[in-house]
């Protein structure tokens, strides 16, 4: 069966300070990959989808990137944190064309300060 | 882009009371699902429904996909049963699919 990883599951970073979150998949080839981010008490806010080994998309011009230097493995990253980047951050991934069902990892709760 | 609404953004119900969450979306959709957050953060598939009516236990969900809209029912409501309820929808744009998730609707089951 296909899992999910995530870590870590909680991280206390200083402002300025880089950022490295990685998410692999198990148990399937070539899913799509997304990372999605949680500020408190709001709603999930879609950052960057990859459909192949170095194809990533941007969906909102932020202080972050990503990278997928395998084809189940997605990485989050940023040079230089910010207050406002504090906020759980989660992986997705599903199958095929898209139009499948989505399985997302357990999360990192990422606090900067 | 795609607007996904849900409603009531807060819910507050007596254990063993029934209960319906709408999801409203604004365009075509080609897959909608329903999530619950627990209170932990990890996002519970609930229901994986692009069309028609599903049943687990004592939760239901209906999509009509041409009046744009879906419902999660829970039924006999459980202390456990609260947390956050979203629905995402997928769809295909400029040939990527992607996921855009509702607002949630924050349930709450009083003993």
């Known amino acids: 069966s296909q899992t999910i990883h995530q870590w870590p599951a909680t991280l206390v970073q200083p402002v300025g300070s880089p950022l490295s979150l990685e998410c692999t998949v198990e148990?399937?080839?070539?899913?799509?990959l997304y990372w999605y981010r949680q500020a408190a008490g709001r709603g999930l806010q879609l950052l960057f989808y990859?459909?192949?080994?170095?194809?990533i998309s941007s969906e909102v011009p932020q202080n972050l990137s990503a990278s997928r230097p395998q084809d189940r493995q997605f990485i989050l990253s940023s040079k230089k944190l910010l207050l406002s980047d504090s906020g759980f951050y989660l992986c997705?991934?599903?199958?095929?064309?898209?139009?499948?069902?989505?399985?997302f990892g357990q999360g990192t709760r990422l606090t900067v300060v | 882009g795609i607007q996904v609404e849900q409603s009531p953004p807060d819910l507050i119900l007596q254990e063993g009371a029934n209960s319906t969450l709408r999801c409203n979306f604004s365009?075509?959709?080609?897959?909608l699902q329903w999530f619950h957050q627990n209170p932990w953060g990890q996002l519970i598939n609930l229901f994986y429904?692009?069309?028609g009516t599903k049943q687990n236990g004592r939760l239901s969900a209906t999509t009509v996909a041409t009046e744009r809209y879906s419902l999660l029912y829970i039924s006999s409501s459980q202390t456990t049963d609260s947390g956050v309820y979203f629905c995402?929808?997928?769809?295909?744009?400029?040939?990527?699919?992607?996921?855009?998730f509702g607002t949630g609707t924050r349930l709450k089951v009083l003993a």
């Open positions: 997705a991934w599903n199958q095929g064309w898209g139009n499948t069902e989505a399985f």
């Open positions: 148990g399937t080839s070539n899913p799509n």
């Open positions: 990859s459909v192949g080994i170095g194809q």
């Open positions: 365009d075509s959709v080609n897959n």
């Open positions: 429904i692009p069309s």
């Open positions: 995402a929808v997928g769809s295909t744009t400029s040939g990527t699919y992607k996921y855009i």
